[in-house]
């Protein structure tokens, strides 16, 4: 499944899957599946290869290689079987028990296997080209034997390996998405306590409604980070963050809202557009002393949904506010990316008197 | 109002902060509040006129911010003590000189509000003249504040075009006219870097204002500046520079 990786963390999300073979932490292949019965095969036809160029000319290639692949075949395909059946019960056992395992299930079944080709060379050998068989049994099986072990030890160590590198490339992932979980700036929330300590003397009734919206907005901030959610639940919430800066704001503060035409069953990742009106609030609309107008707009273009927020500019004075903004920006960049599998984009745009954002992803439903 | 009771004006561009502070302080005995204001020219203007004893400072404010505010504040004789008010402590705010200022962090408690107010009502005006001293480098400034008489006279730094160092003080010459600063070229200089070039040992000009760089018949420079009627003799060792800073190939 390693090729698959990539899109499993949106799979999560949109649609129930078997569980993946790292989920459950077991290094082993799964042998039942097709894809890894072809590489089985591929594998056996590798190794009957490479044993016959090794054997000496005399003894005809392609012959010794037709008879490596039968036997390389037949053992790799009844050692996946086994395997395969046996796999519930492999899977309650620790990593050494299972190595050991696998390793008695390929040894025995060469066993089996070279005694097979003794006994059949024994009798009906007479008929076939003599040469192909062996006579003596022990020396043919001791040396397939240890053939097997050496090369069935050298695969198991690979999964472990390839194993281990998977999972840690998927915790990798997993927290750096933790990292980028969307937060509130602390600041917002002080201001916001602060305005709700000041409205619980003067208006009590919105000092309750701002306790509300608070909530309603931190419940989601504090919610898994991969979590998707439909457009227009994230509007309300950026709906609900403008109401809440309002009251601290009055009239400084303007938002024009231009969506009717975007797809509100749409899904996108949680707190998507809220840091971007967040953003231009504090870069675009508080710096300025009479305030100013947030412009939030959107459509749809067939399965392309592109939004845009758009904030008017102050001179630039505060190198340092420019790099927060940035580092938001860059976040919510790779959310995107990684929700929508690289279909989603994030294009900034900065003239002299405005910044604006624009967001593309793919319609999902 | 009892003649007793110490003058306290508030400073913060948000309606409710503003509202909040109000009524902490109208239930502290001794003190009265001046009212407040949303911006900080407004509250130089008015600290200027009526001088209250402290001012609470939100730091987080357009066009000027608390920090701004307190730097131009400490050119007055006797500056008011600055509380500031803030949020969220992203300024650092421990790194401020402790006896010279103070601040709180909103929502303000009331018995925090009431130990700031005693303690600053202790200090020494030659105390509160230290606390530009120890905001400084902190943040840079907006506008460049001239003192005519005791007050303040706001130059916004877009509108500066040349910076002249005279005996003492330095002569700014601006959209509205000329004033002297106490501030020296060199840290004008370092503090403005972007937006001033040295075209001479006593004179940084505004890059924005520079209309045109004419060479005289002896090979030397000249910067000609908007609004500024004489021709400005750039020194030689400059020359390279403010050709760099102009974009002009040599």
């Known amino acids: ?365 | 109002m009892s003649a007793a009771e110490r003058k306290l004006l508030i400073v913060d561009d948000e309606a409710p902060a503003r509202s909040r502070l109000e009524s902490l302080v109208a239930g502290l005995p001794g003190w009265s509040a001046l009212g407040s204001c949303a911006s900080g020219a407004e509250a130089i203007a008015r600290i200027e006129r009526e001088r209250p004893a402290v001012v609470l400072l939100d730091i987080r404010m357009p066009a000027m911010s608390g920090i701004e505010v307190a730097r131009h504040l400490c050119l007055l004789d006797s500056p008011p003590a600055v509380i500031f008010t803030t949020a969220y402590d992203e300024y650092a705010l421990e790194a401020f000189d402790s006896h010279a200022v103070g601040y709180l962090l909103k929502p303000v408690r009331r018995e925090r509000l009431e130990s700031a107010l005693a303690h600053a009502a202790r200090l020494s005006d030659a105390l509160l003249s230290e606390l530009g001293r120890s905001v400084k480098g902190f943040e840079r400034r907006r506008h460049l504040a001239a003192r005519v008489r005791d007050e303040l006279r706001l130059i916004p730094l877009g509108e500066v075009r040349l910076l002249k160092a005279e005996q003492k003080y330095v002569s700014v010459f601006h959209a509205g006219g000329e004033d002297l600063i106490e501030d020296t070229l060199r840290q004008l200089e370092q503090e403005f870097a972007d937006l001033f070039v040295r075209i001479h040992r006593s004179m940084l000009v505004a890059i924005g204002a520079i209309e045109a760089l004419e060479k005289d018949a002896e090979g030397g420079y000249h910067a000609r500046l908007r609004g500024i009627p004489d021709r400005l003799p750039v020194s030689r060792r400059q020359v390279t520079d403010l050709k760099a800073r102009l974009g002009i190939k040599r």
């Open chain 1, 1 to 365: 499944m390693l090729p698959h990786g990539a899109t499993s963390a949106i799979d999560r999300d949109t649609a129930p899957q078997a569980p993946t073979e790292s989920a459950d932490g077991f290094f082993l292949p799964n042998f039942c599946d097709p894809r890894m019965v072809l590489a089985v095969v591929l594998l056996a036809e590798l190794l009957a290869l490479t044993f016959a160029l090794v054997r000496p000319a005399e003894v005809g290639f392609l012959n010794e290689l037709a008879r490596l692949s039968v036997l390389m075949q037949w053992l790799g395909l009844t050692s996946s079987a086994l395997i395969c059946l046996a796999r519930d019960s492999l899977r309650r056992l620790t990593t050494p028990l299972v190595t050991g395992a696998v390793l008695a299930i390929v040894l025995a079944n060469i066993l089996v296997l070279s005694v097979g080709v003794v006994w059949i060379g024994r009798w009906r050998g007479e008929g076939l080209m003599l040469e192909i068989f062996p006579s003596a049994l022990w020396p043919f099986a001791l040396k397939n034997l240890l053939i097997g072990l050496i090369v069935t030890a050298l695969l198991l160590r690979y999964c472990f390996v390839s194993h281990q590198w998977r999972r840690h490339v998927e915790s990798e992932a997993r927290s750096r998405i933790d990292a980028l979980q969307a937060r509130i700036r602390p600041h917002f929330l002080f201001n916001s306590l602060n305005t709700i300590a000041s409205l619980t003397r003067s208006s009590p009734e919105q000092a309750e409604e701002a306790v509300e919206d608070l909530a309603d907005l931190f419940r989601v901030t504090l919610s898994d980070a991969g979590k998707l959610l439909t457009l227009k639940e994230e509007l309300e919430l950026s709906r609900i963050y403008q109401r809440l800066e309002m009251r601290r704001l009055g009239d400084r503060l303007k938002v024009v809202w231009d969506v009717a035409l975007l797809p509100m069953r749409a899904r996108l990742p949680a707190l998507t557009i809220q840091p971007l009106l967040e953003n231009a609030i504090y870069h675009g609309i508080e710096p300025l002393e009479s305030g100013g107008t947030v412009t939030i707009s959107g459509g749809a273009d067939g399965d392309e949904i592109e939004i845009s927020v758009s904030n008017p500019t102050v001179a630039p004075t505060g190198e340092a506010s420019r790099r927060g903004n940035r580092i938001a920006v860059l976040n919510i960049r790779e959310r995107l990316g990684l929700a929508f599998a690289g279909r989603g984009s994030l294009e900034i745009e900065q003239t002299d008197s405005s910044y604006t954002v624009r967001l593309r992803f793919p319609l999902q439903l």
